[in-house]
């Protein structure tokens, strides 16, 4: 069971073209999986594909690659986005992973006025989410924003897009019953954080068009656990899962 | 906003009973959540449902507790059991505590040709269970079972719990026509290792009237997050999400 080496390329992507390895990715072929000249590694470069390539030499702080042929076509991920409100680090770690393997396009850091980190890593965010797509066979890599407060989010909201939000407070329908009422193409989950939303922004929140609220059963879910469990059934009812 | 305290009792509840806490719930009490002589602690049993109860002495090493009086029915989590094959030490632990969150029922380890942890701590599992169903507010505690061969598990499987398994291969349906298909009131998810199924595992797998294939979704989810993701979907569809 040899695990197949697949790497995100910041450049665009052809076959012939010759590719010079960043300081990461080398250390990670020579020191992690320990790839020599001539192994056979698969690229992609969110926009024209997977491609099939070789290692051509393999220095110490630096590593080139030559582009053999495309082998995937790019494949966007469903247009779901996740709005959620930084974690701890390592809880953070993992929505941005999971998150990734569970094909987000776009994930957005909020803050909420119940927010306690405020301590965004955007440049962590990426390299995680980039990780996760090379490990996930994605082609594309998610979009991670800057973080907004959640009413800058609000103001600028596209109105086609909808805005499930996970209700604590059990106000709302469940989610199996919101996903099937609003069939609409592009959407976006948001999760508030652990001590979920103040009444003015609930208040908020429900005033919107584009809302919907929706509960995730009798149980109190984590704020990480609810963001993976939210996009696993909108994956299911409306996105890629049921192909 | 305070947080409430919430105890799992291993002897039956009842109003004016006396309990006596265990070193590990003093300690909890004591040095974590920083209780004292009067704190009003949530106490369930897994059996006779939730209770209302307080500290009435809070010594070094032991603390003991009046119960009240009935708050909550005890409610049983949907029939729903993960099958699963450990995984690193981190990735297990967060195994126990999603599943627990999401409702499951019961967790069986199982050892699989590929699986590589032999080791499994039980009884880590079991406080981590606790704590999570402590945390997210459950009566009821997930039962956790000593690992068992998949060969051994198939051989001695109730006909009428119908076994989804997540494949890899992608020859199944996916998980929401699954779901819709078979429509028993006792499931149980199987996520294989890293590895995946050996090929005689899968045929055997396949050759069951009880089980059925599934995927969910064109990227490659680790282990863990097919679980969760997996026990979200059945949630929403066949569980308690529903409702």
Request: glycine residues 4%.
């Amino acid at each position: 069971m040899a695990q197949t080496i697949r790497l995100y390329i910041k450049e665009d992507l052809a076959p012939e073209k010759t590719i010079i390895l960043d300081e990461n990715q080398t250390h990670y072929l020579r020191d992690v999986v320990r790839a020599d000249k001539n192994t056979k590694i698969q690229c992609f470069d969110n926009k024209n594909g997977e491609f099939s390539s070789e290692l051509i030499s393999l220095e110490k702080k630096q590593g080139k690659l030559k582009i053999i042929q495309k082998i995937k076509e790019h494949t966007q991920s469903p247009d779901i986005w996740l709005l959620f409100a930084p974690l701890k680090k390592d809880q953070t770690d993992f929505v941005i992973e999971k998150a990734t393997e569970l094909g987000c396009r776009k994930i957005q850091p909020i803050i909420t006025q119940y927010t306690i980190t405020k301590n965004i890593r955007l440049e962590r965010y990426i390299a995680q989410s980039i990780e996760a797509s090379e490990q996930c066979r994605r082609t594309d890599i998610p979009e991670i924003s800057e973080a907004q407060s959640l009413k800058d989010i609000l103001r600028g909201w596209d109105n086609t897009r909808t805005l499930y939000f996970m209700d604590e407070s059990l106000n709302s329908p469940n989610f199996l019953t919101a996903l099937k009422n609003i069939q609409t193409k592009k959407a976006a989950i948001l999760i508030g954080p652990e001590g979920g939303f103040s009444e003015e922004e609930q208040k908020i929140l429900r005033d919107q068009k584009f809302t919907q609220g929706a509960t995730l059963g009798p149980r109190i879910l984590r704020a990480e656990t609810a963001a993976l469990a939210a996009l696993s059934c909108w994956q299911l009812i409306s996105g890629d899962w049921s192909h």
